[in-house]
Antibody, heavy 118, light 110 residues
Framework: EVQLVESGGGLVQPGGSLRLSCAAS????????MHWVRQAPGKGLVWVST????????YYADSVRGRFTISRDNAKNTLHLQLNSLRAEDTAVYYC???????????WGQGTLVTVSS | QSVLTQPPSASGTPGQRVTISCSGS????????VNWYQQLPGTAPKLLIY???QRPSGVPDRFSGSKSGTSTSLAISGLQSEDEADYYC???????????FGGGTKLTVL
């Protein structure tokens, strides 16, 4: 069974940092690209970042480029998102998602809540 | 384009057929396949339709997708109370170099 379990969310002050992690199981992580998608309270889904299967290529939404860094450790079956210089508008549930060739995003984690507030 | 365009709400009575539209442009829907996701209240989204019209195993055939040009739609037939959820379309966007989502449609079963 495919499982994606996020962790690392919490309350942080504006300008602060957090590191989100996603533990993957039930499939071979190194065979899949991965994405982070976020959802602000009461709002829709917004793509944040993508990393290809071997980590050699990364992509970011304009709103987070230069502040967030996506990475992966295929040996440890883990995906990460480093969030720096956080702003109030970064407050959201962050979902770890799996991409499959020919399918797109096919599995979602349960999400981890990041709250940026003083 | 920051989001694909969906109606914010839709509704129907049990047993009815409802359709949710999603429009985009040549850089997203016009060039790539579309997925649809269902998000039940308080839960993570779930893949409902991929490749414009393919259902993952376990998704009832009451759900169907179609695409024409830069527009796509999700149809739900035999509406049930458990279909009350938010529905999102999504496609890769060449300008964004990422996944572009629709704004979401809240489906109410009356």
């Amino acid at each position: 069974e495919v499982q994606l379990v996020e962790s690392g969310g919490g309350l942080v002050q504006p300008g602060g940092s957090l590191r989100l992690s996603c533990a993957a199981s039930g499939f071979t992580l190194s065979s899949h690209g991965m994405h982070w998608v976020r959802q602000a309270p009461g709002k829709g889904l917004v793509w944040v970042s993508t990393i290809n299967s071997d980590g050699s290529s990364t992509y970011y939404a304009d709103s987070v480029r230069g502040r967030f860094t996506i990475s992966r450790d295929n040996a440890k079956n883990t995906l990460h998102l480093q969030l720096n210089s956080l702003r109030a508008e970064d407050t959201a549930v962050y979902y770890c998602t799996r991409d499959s060739v020919g399918t797109g995003i096919d599995y979602w984690g349960q999400g981890t809540l990041v709250t940026v507030s003083s | 384009q920051s989001v694909l365009t969906q109606p914010p709400s839709a509704s129907g009575t049990p047993g009815q057929r409802v359709t949710i539209s999603c429009s985009g442009s040549s850089s997203n829907i016009g060039s790539h396949t579309v997925n649809w996701y269902q998000q039940l209240p308080g839960t993570a989204p779930k893949l409902l339709i991929y490749g414009n019209n393919q259902r993952p195993s376990g998704v009832p055939d009451r759900f169907s997708g179609s695409k024409s040009g830069t527009s796509t739609s999700l149809a739900i037939s035999g509406l049930q109370s458990e279909d009350e959820a938010d529905y999102y379309c999504a496609a890769w966007d060449d300008s964004l170099n990422g996944v572009l989502f629709g704004g979401g449609t809240k489906l109410t079963v009356l």
